[in-house]
């Protein structure tokens, strides 16, 4: 396990030092796809303490958005992603931001850098196992979660017209929770 993970650091630290704004998954991955399970995980905040992702299901609706600082598409879509979580954070929605940066002192400070302009959480995956577990292949890459944990949607890219499909999913998500209450 050690071997695989060191190896698929150093794939990805290769790729973009060559300046590619993409994380190339191992071709054994599978995007998880509307309808699955989602993988569950717990690994660690920014502040130090632990994000359970089963915590934060049951009440909420989740947006689990994957990025890097090496990605400069991720970095430009930060401004897009505080809106929606603005938007939508009083309708028991959460948005989460994964960091899958080498755990070094200087990509912790990196990430540190972006997360303080980011409106939502953002937790750490340095070894990259979040990642993998979801299949992600190129980044930026978000997957909408139901309150249950069920795959709503997973998109590859966060172009305008799929930050208008989550918009959208998140809609449907808290008018049928309001539907439910009365």
Known sequence: MKVKTGLRQAVCLLLLALGLSTFSAPVFAVTVEKGDRAPMFVTDTLDGG?????????????LLNFWSVFCRDCLSRIEAMNKIHDLYQER??????????????????????????????????????????????????????DRDGTVVMAIQSLDPEPLKEISKAIEALTVIKSLVKE
């Open 92 to 145: 028991n929605f959460e948005l989460i931001g994964i960091a899958g940066d080498p755990p070094t002192e200087r990509m912790l400070t990196q990430v540190k850098k972006y997360a303080a302009k980011m409106h939502f959480d953002v937790v750490l995956d340095p070894e990259l196992d979040i990642f993998v577990s979801y299949g992600v292949e190129i980044i930026p890459f978000a997957v909408l979660l």
């Open 50 to 62: 632990t994000f359970d992702l089963k915590e934060h299901l049951g009440k909420n609706i989740v």
